[in-house]
């Protein structure tokens, strides 16, 4: 059976800053891990539809300033 992550989080604190800070390179080099080929794939596919879609009119862009705005209502900043 798993362990309950609030376990895992209290091994965690119990930890000195030199192992804590181990750990979080740790699972910092496992998360940014080289993508796999296929989803690189499809993510550059998508972008290029998005593209396409955008400079055919099909869709129109927000500014980036307006997308800022409206994260910073939905998140209450």
């Given at each position: 059976m798993a362990r309950?992550?609030?376990?895992i989080?209290?091994?965690i604190?119990?930890?000195?800053a030199d192992q804590k800070r181990a750990l979080l390179r740790t699972l910092i080099t496992e998360l940014?891990?080289?993508?796999d080929a296929e989803v690189a794939k499809a993510w550059l596919k998508e972008?290029?539809?998005?593209?396409?879609d955008l400079m055919e009119g099909?869709?129109?862009g927000v500014p980036?300033?307006?997308v800022f705005e409206r994260l910073r209502a939905r998140i209450g900043r």
């Open positions: 309950a992550l609030s376990e989080e209290g091994e604190r119990d930890l000195d940014d891990a080289p993508p972008s290029q539809k998005r593209y396409q099909n869709v129109n980036g300033h307006l």
